[in-house]
């Protein structure tokens, strides 16, 4: 069982940053994928950014070059840098885990055990 609780979420204007957080807690939570994905009203969830265990990254082509996927394992801490942010990452935004990454297949939801409750990012333009 792995516990997933985000943080850092809140309002900007468009062009700001923000950094959201997941702590982790449970059995081998360190050698986890983590994933953020993110869900905006009326719309399916998507992923986001992942991270496997050996710091191995993958992201979504919407966030590449503005956002950064980090984790401290000692911490047992997940962490999203989103910078440059825009009114279109408005959402919910989500941690996940599952117990191995694969880099084809790291975006689909279904594939991910455990989430937290979310935390919601808003983006004014």
């Known amino acids: 069982q792995v516990q997933l609780v985000e943080s850092g979420g809140g309002s900007v204007q468009s062009g700001g940053s923000l950094r959201l957080t997941c702590a982790a807690a449970?059995?081998?939570?360190?050698?986890?994928?983590m994933g953020w994905f993110r869900q905006a009203p009326g719309k399916e969830r998507e992923g986001v950014a992942a991270i496997d265990s050996d710091g191995s990254t993958s992201y979504a082509d919407s966030v590449k070059g503005r956002f950064t996927v980090s984790r401290d394992n000692a911490k047992n801490t997940l962490y999203l840098q989103m910078s440059n942010l825009k009114p279109e990452d408005t959402a919910m935004y989500y941690c996940a885990a599952r117990h191995y990454y694969n880099p084809y297949d790291w975006s689909l939801p279904g594939l991910y055990g455990y989430w937290g409750q979310g935390t919601q990012v808003t983006v004014s333009s």
């Open positions: 449970g059995d081998t939570a360190t050698s986890y994928c």
